[in-house]
């Protein structure tokens, strides 16, 4: 049921004249309350749509 799903919230940005990429996420679960939050450096990501993808797929892989 969509009362009980966790919510993912999820940013990731990277800086070509640094060339650093970073991202950071949010987990909430189905009462809205957080059980985990967490920034995090992309060192393979190369694009904007390379670190927000980077972010989700940990942030997922927090939830399981």
Not at 8 to 18: P, R, S
Not at 34 to 40: D, Q, T
Not at 43 to 54: I, R
């Amino acid at each position: 049921d969509i009362e009980d799903a966790f919510t993912l919230f999820f940013d990731g940005g990277y800086q070509k004249a640094t060339n650093l990429a970073v991202g950071g996420f949010i987990l909430r679960n189905p009462n809205g309350e957080v059980v985990h939050a967490e920034g995090i450096s992309l060192p393979n990501a190369n694009t904007n749509n390379e670190a927000e993808y980077a972010t989700f797929i940990v942030g997922v892989g927090i939830g399981k």
